[in-house]
């Protein structure tokens, strides 16, 4: 009888404390968190074509460990919230094993910060400068051009910038 009468008070307690939580003081997974850039690559013969990138390896300027190496036509890259410029190290091996080209790019943004609720707090949307990306180091090498699709990172739903190659 006791262990019902314990297991009884422990379920209404239990009941009481999730029962007293409001919707702002969880935040779900499905919130929308700071979205990323979203990169697609296209032929720069026929540009309405997208085309892979064998074999692609980026590097955050000043970071040791590669952020993407796969093959791909969509690249998903986050932007500094602290900065006003994000830099990524393009690297592709070539067909001699032993060579590697690459592109540095500098993604230049301003910041807006968007409130969300209570437990999830604020997420940073960014707009893109027309001044979007530079070469700092050099000479594109495998990249040919590229095109603001969308100015506005707000969601990840679209790509937001072509690069031609």
């Not at 390896?57 to 040791?64: L, N, Q, R």
Request: proline share 4%.
């Amino acid at each position: 009888m006791k262990k019902q009468v314990a297991t009884f008070i422990l379920l209404v307690f239990l009941f009481c404390i999730l029962g007293s939580c409001e919707k702002d003081d969880v935040c779900l997974v499905e919130t929308q968190s700071t979205p990323r850039l979203i990169v697609k690559l296209f032929d720069k013969e026929n540009r309405l074509t997208s085309k892979e990138a064998d074999n692609i390896t980026i590097y955050g300027i000043g970071k040791e460990n590669p952020l993407i190496k796969l093959s791909t036509d969509s690249l998903v890259l986050p932007l500094k919230t602290q900065e006003a410029f994000t830099q990524y190290a393009f690297l592709l091996p070539t067909s001699t094993a032993s060579v590697t080209v690459g592109d540095t790019l500098q993604f230049n943004y301003s910041r807006y910060d968007q409130y969300l609720n209570r437990s999830c707090g604020y997420r940073a949307n960014f707009i893109l400068d027309k001044n979007l990306i530079s070469f700092p180091n050099a000479a594109p090498v495998w990249m040919d051009s590229f095109e603001i699709l969308i100015d506005t990172v707000s969601n990840e739903q679209q790509a937001h910038l072509a690069i031609y190659h």
